[in-house]
């Protein structure tokens, strides 16, 4: 089983531009998340999908934050215009409905903000 | 504000000694914990779900330990290896409305050889 694909892997950008991240979640998971990991932190989560409608984007900034998942399938995350404290690693996870909310990684991206 | 705490943040360990580290959570409202490795540059890779006070999970020299009532758990490593060089987080479940796990900020595990 294929896991959770996410591009890039590594992004630098100066303050100001923009830039997006994609997700492809696990085949037949329709829970997506994303996660922004700050250096000594937990991940903390930034908005959550249940196929294609937003559950929960409390933690979200919602004026430079922005994350879509039209067909219910793959998801992008953007942030225009990025700030220094944006510097981060930005994780996608999927689940199924489980008794336990297991969800399932991937890799991430590591976002540097100059 | 729901608060999940790890300690320490971060551990330095000889090669073939054996360490551990703690998770802090709520021990009203429990229903499960789990425990992920983040090996740099890999994808967190789930190690346990924990759910019954009392639970003790192994997976090779990992295991861990579960104490609802006083709302903590230990995960241990005997006999520690490079490979074992990992975050290891571990994370608290919120099972009304939106379904989503709460992290604590992670155990940064390094092995020197």
């Known amino acids: 089983e294929a896991g959770v694909a996410q591009s890039p892997r590594y992004k630098i950008i100066e303050k100001r531009q923009s830039v997006a991240f994609w997700c492809n979640p696990i085949s037949g998971h329709a829970t997506l998340y994303w996660y922004q990991q700050i250096l000594g932190q937990g991940p903390k989560l930034l908005i959550q999908f249940q196929n294609n409608g937003v559950v929960d984007d409390s933690q979200l900034p919602k004026d430079r934050f922005s994350a879509e998942r039209l067909k219910g399938v793959d998801s992008t995350l953007k942030i225009q215009p990025a700030k220094l404290e944006d510097s981060a690693v930005y994780l996608c996870a999927s689940s199924f409905p489980s008794s336990y909310n297991e969800q399932f990684f991937g890799p991430g991206t590591r976002l540097t903000v100059l | ?113």
Request: charged share 20%.
């Open chain 2, 1 to 113: 504000i729901l608060n999940v705490e790890q300690s320490p943040q971060s551990l330095h360990v000889q090669e073939g000694d054996s360490t551990n580290f703690t998770c802090s959570f709520p021990s009203s409202n429990f229903y499960a914990l789990h425990w992920y490795r983040w090996e740099t540059a890999k994808s967190p890779e789930a190690l346990f779900v924990m759910t019954l006070n009392g639970d003790e999970k192994k997976k090779g020299r990992i295991s861990a330990t579960l104490n609802t009532k006083e709302g903590y758990s230990y995960l241990y490593i005997k006999g520690s290896q490079p490979e074992d060089s990992a975050t290891y987080l571990c994370a608290f479940p919120i099972i009304q409305g939106a379904q989503k796990l709460v992290f604590g900020q992670g155990t940064r595990l390094t092995i020197n050889p």
